[in-house]
């Protein structure tokens, strides 16, 4: 597979579907580990970069699950390539930074992805649509499985798995969904509602990951620790966190829709008329206004566009993947006439 093959194919994570897809996107677990006898990838040199890259390359192919992946290697890739496996969520801004003995593994449903000498020498990953936290679990569980088979882990009976940030020590899971809560920020709940999330040691990002800003009205929620928890009371934990803000949500979208329809619907149909007319347009403003039609799709204000073709445009009318589209490099000011092409062209096809 090359990357140019992921850009007419859908992730599985973006179809809108699984459990409470109207309000949830994604449900991501990831887990850290390291290899025994080998320094952390930013105290490894050159050398033992390398190695590690190469004995995880090694146990990759062996590794049933991992059977239809293909490992892309940091150092053949340009700055464009880079950032567009970011946008898929399959790697990070970070990993992407560097590209020394760096690599990705991604499968070809974008599943299931492996970052290979990020911050840890395995950060895999496994996305599912919806609130599927236990599905995601259950095929992690088992990637994990199958690399300790090939690879020895760095660990310590009273600590659990090692890694490089000790906030990782422990099981070195990490749980995340991606919300859409655009009635809580309309009825400014929302700062209430994420201060409580922080008081229960929780944390709020962008659709990014760490370092990124919630837009959109999208938020994405983790648990913040993994030392002294079983993996499935983490999971536990965030799924009945993430269970409470979809009923906030809900109660807010019915107040916003018996107080104000007209109003609701007179933005939402705005939103769309604006996308559907447009011949310049900045991303910033096509993910606030495909936020609103979003929203009235989910509320069947809009009928005749489903969920999956909408979080399909806010994935291809990111900067990286209107590059690769046009096969070209281009200007902010070009970006901003393809994405709106892009967008004309889609919703009237719909």
């Not at 809009?302 to 969920?307: E, F, L, S, V």
């Amino acid at each position: 597979m090359k990357i140019n093959d992921l850009i007419n194919h859908t992730s599985e994570w973006l179809k809108g579907t699984g459990p409470n897809s109207d309000i949830v996107i994604s449900s991501r677990i990831r887990l850290a580990r390291n290899l025994e006898k080998f320094p952390f990838p930013h105290w490894a040199n050159k050398k033992q970069g390398e190695l590690s890259l190469k004995a995880i390359e090694d146990a990759v192919n062996k590794i049933d699950l991992l059977k239809q992946t293909t490992v892309f290697k940091l150092q053949e890739l340009d700055s464009v390539d880079k950032q567009f496996l970011v946008e898929r969520h399959v790697m990070s801004l970070e990993h992407a930074q560097k590209s020394e003995s760096r690599a990705v593994v991604v499968d070809q449903d974008e599943v299931i992805a492996v970052m290979v000498n990020e911050e840890d020498h395995i950060r895999m990953q496994v996305m599912q649509s919806g609130f599927n936290l236990f599905e995601a679990w259950n095929i992690i569980n088992k990637l994990d499985d199958s690399f300790a088979k090939e690879l020895t882990f760095a660990f310590l009976p009273e600590w659990g798995y090692l890694t490089a940030c000790p906030t990782n020590t422990g099981t070195g899971m990490r749980g995340s969904v991606m919300l859409h809560l655009p009635a809580l920020v309309m009825t400014r709940q929302i700062d209430r509602v994420l201060a409580a999330i922080s008081k229960l040691s929780f944390t709020t990002r962008g659709l990014y990951g760490e370092g990124t800003q919630a837009s959109g009205n999208f938020f994405q929620i983790s648990n913040q620790l993994s030392l002294g928890f079983k993996e499935e009371e983490l999971i536990d934990n965030l799924s009945g966190l993430i269970r409470q803000i979809i009923e906030q949500e809900n109660q807010a979208r019915e107040a916003l829709f018996s107080k104000n329809k007209a109003a609701m619907e007179d933005r939402i149909n705005r939103s769309l008329g604006i996308l559907k007319s447009a011949h310049i347009i900045s991303s910033q403003e096509t993910i606030e206004l495909l936020s609103m039609v979003r929203l009235g799709v989910d509320s069947n204000v809009i009928k005749g566009i489903d969920r999956r073709s909408v979080n399909e445009l806010f994935i291809i009318t990111q900067p990286a993947h209107l590059q690769k589209i046009e096969n070209k490099k281009l200007s902010s000011e070009e970006r901003d006439v393809e994405r709106a092409k892009i967008i004309r062209s889609k919703l009237s096809l719909i």
